[in-house]
């Protein structure tokens, strides 16, 4: 594979992100660009941590190890994500660190949200072979099974934005999609 | 935002329509067609879509019927043909597309209140200082002026309009009553 076609193909996880941050920029996000960049950036995120749990089942079934690769590199996309979808919240939304500080001490749902993402860079800055090697395999491992909690956060996170509209549609999509991989691994495990 | 609308004041219609003593409510129901209108098809919401006020808020001057914006016909996205404007309430309150008005004695089943009790009350005034269960309203940002760098300010009693309305609320817990 080409060095041009490796470096598209590991670029291309951020293009809804950088699509975005452009229409941001361009101020064609409708009336509330805040709140659409917010929430895109949250889906999106969402997406990504499904699309990253979704790496090994898949590798599995289609029996290409090769694909094995794109865990990793989802891993680090979701957390860009993530860290993006919490920048424009800090940043963009709310007036001053001070407000942040209470809306995490007084919401369980911004509180919850928080502890996904301290728990995903958890797993981002060990996620490379170095820190394997620190940690010690077993310890590694016990750590990153910390992406099923943060999910777990995430989906209840989800699921309270969304109550407030009654709007449960997508909460029953990705809730289900998780639910199957957690599922496959559950049953794998069992032998 | 600040909207210039063109109506007038319900309470002219109400006088005309003489309701009976017994009135104590006025309840909205909005136009739900299928044929024009495919997000009927959501169940976030049951149709049709009702509102509905107090009697004396639906007297206040300051609710109007209204037909039109910034010198035009009202379009149908605003809520065509005529529409509330509740403008010291969030905008759910200002029913749109009014196809039949009621007075009634019971406090009318609003559409986002039955959808979600514990989010929308009855009364939804603009009130800065009841929190809503996520979130806090102390703050709000205006839309139009600045895309992505419009910072928040700080969200009025009623909307602006205290001095015009805070009395209708008088000894009323508005904590309990949102």
Not at chain 2, 37 to 55: D, N
Request: one cysteine or more; hydrophobic letters at 50%.
């Amino acid at each position: 594979m080409s060095l041009m076609m490796r470096g598209l193909l590991w670029v291309a996880p951020g293009l809804p992100a950088a699509l975005y941050w452009l229409w941001a920029v361009q101020d064609v996000l409708g009336a509330n660009p805040v709140e659409a960049l917010l929430r895109a950036l949250g889906e999106w995120s969402l997406v990504g941590l499904c699309l990253t749990l979704s790496v090994s089942p898949l590798a599995k079934w289609l029996r290409k190890p090769q694909l094995m690769v794109w865990r990793r590199r989802l891993g680090l996309w979701t957390f860009a994500y993530v860290v993006q979808h919490a920048a424009v919240y800090v940043v963009f939304d709310m007036p001053g660190l001070a407000l942040v500080v209470n809306d995490v001490l007084q919401r369980p749902f911004i509180a919850v949200g928080l502890a996904s993402a301290l728990i995903l860079s958890a797993l981002a800055a060990t996620s490379y072979q170095r820190a394997r090697i620190h940690l010690g395999p077993q310890r590694w491992q016990r750590l990153h099974q910390g992406v099923y909690v943060a999910a777990a956060l995430s989906m209840l996170h989800f699921y309270w934005m969304r109550s407030g509209k009654n709007d449960f549609a997508d909460v029953w999509f990705y809730g289900l999609w998780l639910a199957v991989l957690v599922g496959w691994r559950l049953l794998r495990a069992r032998g | 935002m600040v909207i210039p609308w063109l109506g007038y004041s319900l309470s002219a219609l109400i006088s005309a329509v003489q309701p009976m003593g017994s009135a104590k409510y006025v309840e909205f129901v909005t136009l739900a067609d299928p044929d024009v209108m495919p997000g009927l098809r959501s169940r976030v919401l049951q149709w049709p879509y009702r509102e509905g006020l107090r009697l004396d808020e639906a007297l206040h001057p300051l609710t109007l019927l209204s037909f039109g914006l910034y010198g035009e016909v009202l379009p149908n996205a605003n809520g065509a043909p005529v529409r509330l404007v509740v403008p010291w309430k969030y905008g759910f309150k200002s029913a749109k597309s009014i196809v039949q008005i009621r007075f009634v004695e019971q406090q009318p089943r609003t559409a986002w209140n039955v959808s979600a009790p514990q989010e929308y009350g009855f009364y939804s005034n603009v009130n800065p200082q009841v929190a809503h269960p996520r979130w806090s309203q102390a703050t709000e940002r205006p839309i139009g002026q600045g895309g992505l760098t419009t910072r928040r300010q700080p969200t009025r009693m009623f909307n602006g309009y205290a001095e015009q309305v805070a009395h209708l609320y008088a000894g009323m817990d508005l904590k309990r009553f949102y």
